[in-house]
């Protein structure tokens, strides 16, 4: 009963190095996003995917890079990491569009990064 | 860009008590949604309401959406140490696939 599987699930950073945060589905949905949420200011989509091989912004992409290679997996990747970027970072999953009343979200359990 | 503004921010009240949490945007969306997140984890939903002035009960929560589809409210009867959370509402938009999060209302149940 995995869920939406995030990791890894603490790291720190040195400023400009890059890494990948993975997460994983195995409820074989379609639409998938990564959320980075700072205190104050609740949960901001990064870049969200609506099928395989389709991806799009959100609010705050500067930064980071996606793919969406399977339906499965939705990697989000740090290109050049900066202090700013320091966050809790949440993966999220759903069967139908977000905006869909009766559509249930699904959240991982969350990346905690720090750039030092 | 759509805002949802949340109040209080912060909430602590003892068991029992009964609270409200607002939820207000100035734009219009097709749905809302609320969420509860404990320490270390992620949002869970709890309710989606998706027709101006709905409402929804569940046990001890009650969540209504305002009449023009702009605002939001959950009640929350006789509260108990185990409704303690952040409490996150969120924004749906058809033809739109960028879910609006609120800032989110952290609430403290003390027994």
């Known amino acids: 009963n995995a869920g939406v599987t995030q990791t890894p699930k603490f790291q720190v950073l040195k400023t400009g190095q890059s890494m990948t945060l993975q997460c994983a589905q195995d409820?074989?949905?379609?639409?998938m996003s990564w959320y980075r949420q700072d205190p104050g200011m609740g949960l901001r989509l990064i870049h969200y995917?609506?099928?395989?091989?389709?991806?799009d912004q959100g609010e705050v992409p500067n930064g980071y890079n996606v793919s969406r290679s399977t339906t499965e997996d939705f990697p989000l990747r740090l290109l050049s990491a900066a202090p700013s970027q320091t966050s809790v970072y949440f993966c999220?999953?759903?069967?139908?569009?977000?905006?869909?009343?009766?559509?249930?979200?699904?959240f991982g359990e969350g990346s905690w990064l720090t750039v030092v | 860009t759509q805002l949802l503004e949340q109040s209080p921010q912060f909430l602590s009240i003892q068991e029992g008590e009964n609270l409200t949490v607002y939820c207000n945007s100035s734009?219009?969306?097709?749905?809302l949604q609320w969420y509860r997140q404990e320490p270390g984890e992620g949002p869970v939903l709890l309710v989606t309401v998706v027709t101006g002035g709905e409402v929804k009960k569940l046990k001890r929560l009650t969540f209504q959406f305002g009449d023009a589809r702009k605002d939001s409210s959950l009640h929350i009867t006789a509260a108990q140490p185990g409704d303690t959370g952040l409490y996150l509402c969120?924004?749906?938009?058809?033809?739109?696939?960028?879910?609006?999060f609120g800032t989110g209302t952290r609430l403290t149940i003390i027994p």
């Open positions: 734009s219009v969306f097709s749905s």
């Open positions: 999220a999953s759903s069967y139908a569009p977000t905006g869909l009343g009766g559509n249930t979200i699904y």
């Open positions: 969120a924004g749906g938009d058809f033809g739109n696939e960028k879910l609006t």
């Open positions: 409820m074989n949905h379609e639409y």
């Open positions: 995917s609506v099928g395989a091989g389709i991806t």
